[in-house]
Each structure stands twice: as structure tokens, then as C-alpha cells.
């Protein structure tokens, strides 16, 4: 087939006439693949409550000193870069639906040894396992969500991964508020096993069954998800067909480009400064005078929920790449206002070489101090509302819709773990950055990688709305 021939075809999985699906199935599937990402964020949000809830349990409670605390919430992001190598292998061989199914294996597995733990060990590898299941969750939910959904509601649905990693991440620190860490393990297992109790009656994606040569199948599943409609298309033949990744394939446009801007784009999420945001949260909130600084986690959640929420319910009409430049634009303010914070409280006497938020300056009033502390309430809230509406979700989703489908597996694979070895990195070296460069100059260098971010959205990400999977392969290969 001559590419003059695949563009009069029809576009695969869509149906004639420019008609809109109308079925309501996709919904549901589209839920029950994304309360593996539910899961994702519970276990990421464990560790919050959970932490100081074993350091007050009495003995035969495992006990938790500083160097382990930090290892328990820290290795989960270990098991996840692990989870997404895992994940790319499983999702070319075992499938979506598969896939996703032993995502849940994992996820219950390691919030039972976290329940039944007697010793650090055991948390330590309930944590890792449940950290697998989260890379696997990460990478896997993209993809089923993406190739079930017309795109007329991809961006609504693909954003909505987005959106239950922090509503699962909420859920963990509100139920820590009233359960003890062994308890919340138990809730922990809920979410992945109603996962694996739906999925078994989802079908696999149209996508993956016509990659294997099933076209019964993949018109069957057409016609649960989006509802019977006659004379629907035989989806052109070509690259659905092509099997495996190879090397030699990155000298293709149509490779290269997608894995540049997928990989670009998990390394701007983690160096935006999130992560040093949300290490700080807790202390701002105790420098405005808040009663109970608890209280900043659960209103950090609060702030993501909202405005993912609010970015999936926008994402098909404002379109990817303005969300992400709005996105990127909010963060830069919101940093570079960070930054001044640091600097005007700079001179505290606990301001030498920690990573403590600098203590007020003795010779100036408490007001002062608390207005301060405010602007970097107000700074924090920004920010994070700011990702939560661009660059919070939109990475995940353009991961998934950006690579064509016989490299999807390892492309998606290797997006993951950059992101996670991201995060990892990001976290670890944290400290050592804030000694360098003083806190202020930290966020300033955030603030300067969001300017990059910005520049790389306009200048390479494509426009994916309102575009089939297919029409999106063929933009990167110049058809």
C-alpha cells in the first residue's frame, strides 16, 4: 500500500461517515483500567501517614528510625523504574487487558506483607512490590485508555489516569487520619482487587487484537466499546502488522521523533520541581501558622484533584500543547516566587547548609515573617494547581497516543523509566542541590527548567486532539 492509498482509507477504528461513537462501555473500561492508577497513588500516599503511625506503634511493630523512614518511602520508586522495564516487555507479549491484570497481583501481594510485617524487611518488600505494580500501573493504564477511546474523548479519559493517581494519593492521607498503618495497608488492597474483579470482563484493545491478526475479535471489542455501528471500515494494513522494536528502527521519523519528545517530556516533569514543592509543603504551612500542618497534605490533594479534574474536562477542546505551554508558564511565576521567598527569609540562623525551611529572621517582626510564609503558601498552591493542569497529566497521555504500535511496548517502557529514575534522582540529590545552591537558587533552577519546558512544547510537541492514533503516526512520518 502506497501512502497515497493509506491516507483515502479510512482511519483504523473509526467508522465511516465521520460519525461519532455513541457507546458507553469505553467509560466503564476506561474506569476499571484506571483503578490501577487509583492503586498507583494510594501506595505513593502511604507512606505520608503511614510513617508516622509506625514510629508511634508500640513493639512487635516494626520500628522505623530516620534512615529507614526514608528508605520506606523511597524504594517504591525503585520497584516502579523496575515495574516499567516489566511493564514494556508484558505489554507487547501478554497484552493490555493481561497486562493490567497482573498489575493487581503485585499490588495486593505487597500491602499484605506490609499488613502481616513483623520487621523492617517485610515493609521494605511490601514497598517494593507494591512500587513494581505502580510501574506497571504507570505505564500499562496509558495505553488500554488510549487505544480503547475515540478521539473525541481521548483527552478526557487519558487525563483521567492523571486524575485517580491523585485521587488515590488523597485517599491515602485522608484515611491516615484515622487508621493505623497496618489497617491502611488493608484498605490498600481494595482498589486492585476491584480492578481484577472488572477487568476480567473488559475486552483487550481493537489495536492489540489486529497487531496479533484477530480481526473477529477486534471488531468484537469495537462494538462493546463504542457501540454497534454498521459498516464499520477494514483498517488499513501496514503498521499494525509490524512486530518488534529494533535499533535500526530509530533511524526512522516516525520513531525517533515520538521517543525524543516522549523521554523530553518525563524529564521536564520531574525537574520542574515538583518533588521539592511537595518536600516542603508541610514546613510553609507550619510558617503561616497553620495549627496543624498535617493539614498541608490533605489540601495539596485537594488542589491536584481539582485541577486535573478540571484539565481532563477541558482537554479536548483546549488541546494539548496550550495546556502544557499555560501549564509551563504558571510554574515559572510560581517558582521564580519561591525562590524570592527563600531569598527575603534568607539569614535565619538556621539557614546555613540545611535543607530546613530557613527559620525567621530574629530582628524582624513575627508578623512579617507570617506574611512571608503566606507568599509561599500562596506560590505553593499556584504551582501545583499549575501542574496539575498541564504537566501533571498531559506527559502520560501524549506517551501513550505519540508512538506507533510495533514500538509502543519498549518506547512506553523506556518513557517510564526515565520518569522514575527521574523522580528517584531528583529526590536523592535533592538535598546536595539545596547545600549548592541555597534553597532560592534550587527553585530559580526549577524556575529555569520550566522556561525549557515551555520553549519544547512550542517548538516540538504535536497537537494530538481530536486525532486518531494512526493520523498522529503519520504526522511524525511526514504523511
Request: proline share 7%; net charge neutral; hydrophobic share 50%.
Amino acid at each position: 500500500m502506497t501512502p497515497e492509498d493509506q491516507e483515502e482509507t479510512q482511519p483504523l477504528l473509526r467508522p465511516p461517515g465521520g460519525s461519532a461513537p455513541r457507546g458507553r462501555l469505553v467509560f466503564l473500561a476506561a474506569f476499571a483500567a484506571a483503578l490501577g492508577p487509583l492503586s498507583f497513588g494510594f501506595a505513593l500516599g502511604y507512606s505520608s501517614p503511614a510513617i508516622p503511625s509506625l514510629r508511634r506503634a508500640a513493639p512487635p511493630a516494626p520500628h522505623l528510625d530516620e534512615d529507614a523512614a526514608s528508605w520506606f518511602g523511597a524504594i517504591v520508586t525503585l520497584g516502579a523504574a523496575a515495574g516499567g522495564v516489566l511493564g514494556g516487555w508484558l505489554l507487547d507479549r501478554a497484552g493490555r487487558k493481561l497486562s493490567l491484570l497482573l498489575c493487581a497481583l503485585p499490588f495486593v501481594a505487597g500491602f499484605a506483607v506490609i499488613t502481616a510485617a513483623q520487621n523492617l524487611w517485610m515493609l521494605l518488600g511490601g514497598r517494593l512490590l507494591t512500587g513494581l505494580a505502580c510501574g506497571i500501573a504507570s505505564l500499562v493504564a496509558p495505553v488500554y485508555i488510549s487505544e480503547i477511546a475515540y478521539p473525541e474523548v481521548r483527552g478526557l479519559l487519558g487525563s483521567c489516569v492523571q486524575l485517580m493517581v491523585v485521587t488515590g494519593i488523597l485517599l491515602a492521607y485522608l484515611a491516615g487520619w484515622v487508621l493505623e498503618w497496618r489497617w491502611l495497608a488493608v484498605l490498600g488492597c481494595v482498589p486492585p482487587s476491584f480492578m481484577l474483579l472488572l477487568m476480567c470482563f473488559m475486552p483487550e484493545t481493537p489495536h492489540f487484537l489486529l497487531s496479533q491478526h484477530k480481526r473477529q475479535e477486534a471488531m468484537a471489542a469495537m462494538q462493546f466499546l463504542w457501540g454497534s455501528a454498521p459498516g464499520w471500515e477494514e483498517p488499513p494494513t501496514g503498521a499494525e502488522h509490524q512486530q518488534g522494536f529494533h535499533v535500526a528502527q530509530l533511524r526512522c521519523p516516525g520513531v525517533y521523533k515520538p521517543f525524543i519528545i516522549g523521554i523530553s517530556l518525563m524529564a521536564f516533569q520531574q525537574l520542574s520541581g515538583v518533588n521539592a514543592v511537595m518536600f516542603y509543603a508541610e514546613t510553609i504551612f507550619e510558617e503561616a501558622k497553620f495549627k496543624d500542618s498535617s493539614l498541608a497534605s490533605v489540601v495539596v490533594g485537594v488542589i491536584q484533584v481539582l485541577f486535573t479534574a478540571t484539565a481532563a474536562l477541558i482537554m479536548d477542546r483546549a488541546g494539548r500543547r496550550l495546556l502544557l505551554t499555560l501549564s509551563g508558564v504558571v510554574m515559572v511565576f510560581s517558582t521564580s516566587a519561591f525562590g524570592a521567598y527563600f531569598k527575603l527569609t534568607e539569614g535565619g540562623p538556621s539557614n546555613s547548609s540545611h535543607v530546613d525551611l530557613p527559620a525567621p529572621v530574629s530582628m524582624e517582626p513575627a508578623d512579617t515573617n507570617v506574611g512571608l510564609a503566606w507568599l509561599a503558601v500562596g506560590s505553593m498552591c499556584l504551582f501545583i494547581a499549575g501542574f496539575a493542569v498541564g504537566w501533571g497529566p498531559i506527559p502520560w497521555l501524549l506517551m501513550s497516543e505519540i508512538f506507533p504500535l510495533h514500538v509502543k511496548g519498549v518506547a512506553t517502557g523506556v518513557c517510564v523509566l526515565t520518569n522514575w529514575f527521574m523522580a528517584f534522582l531528583v529526590t536523592k540529590e535533592f538535598s546536595s542541590l539545596m547545600e549548592v545552591l541555597r534553597p532560592y537558587g534550587a527553585f530559580w533552577l526549577a524556575s529555569a527548567f520550566c522556561i525549557f519546558s515551555v520553549l519544547f512544547t512550542l517548538a516540538c510537541v504535536p497537537e494530538t486532539k481530536g486525532k486518531t492514533l494512526e493520523q498522529i503516526t503519520a504526522h511524525f512520518e511526514g504523511r
